[in-house]
């Protein structure tokens, strides 16, 4: 099963590759990594998509607490939570394309933020499956390049991770 | 305030902390902490002849005092060195600060010479490991790195410090802080009370319960808890190899060790059981074998300060982490007050069945008449030193033998790379040892394969006459490889064999030692007591032992506990 798990981290050097060293010593997937400094500059928030057994997660969670720069951490699809990816998405727009991509980018709630005679570069926020299917929709053929964040995640209603 | 240099604070920092011994190796990155060493003499240095043998030195004292040992080094080869002692100390979860010299941080990422990056080489392998950035932080470093080493489940802990940290002429103002505060870093200090209260109710309802106990029994100095649990609730316990000694082997309730090569009581016990109290243990593959067979019948109650050793390979139904010294206290108290009692009429049956098993007899092995067999000589030793040695081992068939035939009745008496596994353990460790216990005996029983893993350190051994005894069970073979090879492919010894081995006896007198060959089985008593009888000499004791043995019992692979040969010839 798929897991988004958040984590305070300290913001340190070499903070970063022991979370990443651990995954690789045990031998868990890591299918994205995002990471960057709080509104406290000594901590960072990590958040990692991952996906195993319930077994294998529940280690994954306590292995990572184990690390001595980990301050906190959670797995948000424990509950409700709010989930979000940002991509940005090259297209080849030429002749009655460029209204027909700007259509699908208007469904999807994208925006096109920069514009060629040949080319749209559409910026895209959600979830992982709306940008799948926002890809899925546009056609892989007029697909020039992609850039995904990785998944960025909160919990849903007062539940806070901090200090 | 004192101004001191990096390298006098590093050494004062390492005075305040109260250590009294460092192993190690000096090298250009290390040379500005080697002056420092050399101005004071609180702290001794011992010079070893190879980095690995300074970790494992650090790793014997650790283990024999309960306290983290302390390795200096200077950069790349010198650190890369260490890495093995270091996976051997994490595997085991003993305490220890390594402290590597590094190129200057002006050089780092330039492959400077003699340049490692040793954070990320050592990060898989350590607790822990700090930088040092600045000179100042070197009292808080090194004291965070003693308190991460020794506190909640232990490990070695690495120090990196760039050569431009301890430059002589720049001086800093020297405090040594008395608490580290770490905010992501709280190692339980009591288990929790309600699942404690549910696990005693458990073992007051068991009707086959089995005691499992391990290292962490004796990193957490819990013995007499365990031991006084154990004897209120009269029920049969068992160890890990790790856990050797963290209850008296020789006492009735104890069923010897479990495992691979456990007894042929624990592991049916074990199968058997309806309840099974681990007590700092890990489930390892070597006890558990396959884990989808694991005691079928039996619920789990499992006690660990690391959270992360629950669960991971069998699940445990009542989890308890926190000190197992605490735990067990307040177990114990709870067992006393309770108005219920262990189920004597079920105990009874039980003891009954595990009387039977253990007349069984399965560890056992044939005397003959003119070869020495390798577990006589064991068994002889541990009679002729009253069973209070200090024992280290390599790894492999001696290893074994030394921990089925020496009773021990004491924790921190048996030193062995459980978890790595790692061949030229013993003969540092041993040093490690004699270092801090003098009057006490240390024996390294060895083979001819492991000894020659670290044997530079008989060099050691007489610059600063640390007289142990090295018993080398010698089969001229590669002895549990060999034993595999004969069980799984039809003896084909492939490379197990080893030709043109040395004169060990010449070798040890080349050192300046005494060296002694038994090969006559009517010489090893009298030549035995005469080795002992040289209390202030290392002595080598080189014995030609059945070359055909194997180690029995041995649970069968993909089995379940239960599952073991007894003998070549022998499975049940």
Known sequence: ?163 | MELLSGADMLIRSLQDEGIEYIYGYPGGAALHIYDALFRQDKVKHILVRHEQAAVHMADGYARATGKPGTVLVTSGPGATNTITGIATAFMDSIPMVVLCGQVASTLIGEDAFQETDMIGVSRPVVKHNLSVRHPEEIPEVIRKAYYIAATGRPGPVVVDIPKDMTTPNERYEYSYPKKVKLRSYNPAVRGHAGQIKKAVDMLMAAKRPVIYAGGGVILGKASSQLTELTRTLGFPITNTLMGIGCYPATDKQHLGWLGMHGTYEANMAMHHSDLILCVGARFDDRVTNATEKFCPGARIIHIDIDPASISKTIDADVPIVGPVDAVLKEMLSLVKESRDKPDAEALASWWKQIEEWRAFHGMRYETSPDVIKPQEVVEMLWKLTNGDAFVTTDVGQHQMFAAQYYKFDKPNRWINSGGLGTMGFGLPAAMGIKLTHPEDEVLCFTGEGSIQMNIQELSTCKQYDLPVKIINLNNQALGMVKQWQDMNYESRHSQSYMESLPDFIKLAEAYGHVGVRIDRKEDLEPKLKEVLAMKDKLVFVDIYVDRFEHVYPMQVARGSMKDMWLSKTERV
Not at chain 1, 31 to 47: F, G, N
Not at chain 1, 152 to 159: D, F, L, T, V
């Open chain 1, 1 to 163: 099963m798929r897991r988004i798990i958040s984590v305070l981290l300290e913001n340190e050097p070499g903070a970063l590759s022991r979370v990443v060293g651990l995954f690789s010593q045990r031998n868990y997937n890591i299918e994205t990594l995002t990471v960057a400094p709080t509104e406290d500059e000594t901590l960072s928030r990590l958040t990692v998509t991952t996906t195993g057994s319930d077994k294998v997660i529940e280690q994954i969670t306590k292995q990572l607490n184990k690390l001595i720069e980990v301050v906190k951490l959670v797995d948000l699809t424990e509950g409700a939570h709010i989930e979000r990816e940002l991509m940005l998405v090259k297209l080849k727009a030429t002749g009655s394309q460029r209204a027909e991509i700007k259509r699908t980018v208007d469904i999807f709630r994208g925006q096109i933020v920069d514009v060629t005679s040949s080319v749209y570069t559409v910026q895209l926020a959600g979830d992982s499956e709306k940008l799948d299917g926002f890809i899925q929709a546009v056609g892989t053929s007029g697909v020039l390049e992609v850039v995904r964040t990785g998944v960025s995640g909160i919990a849903r209603g007062e539940k806070v991770l901090s200090l």
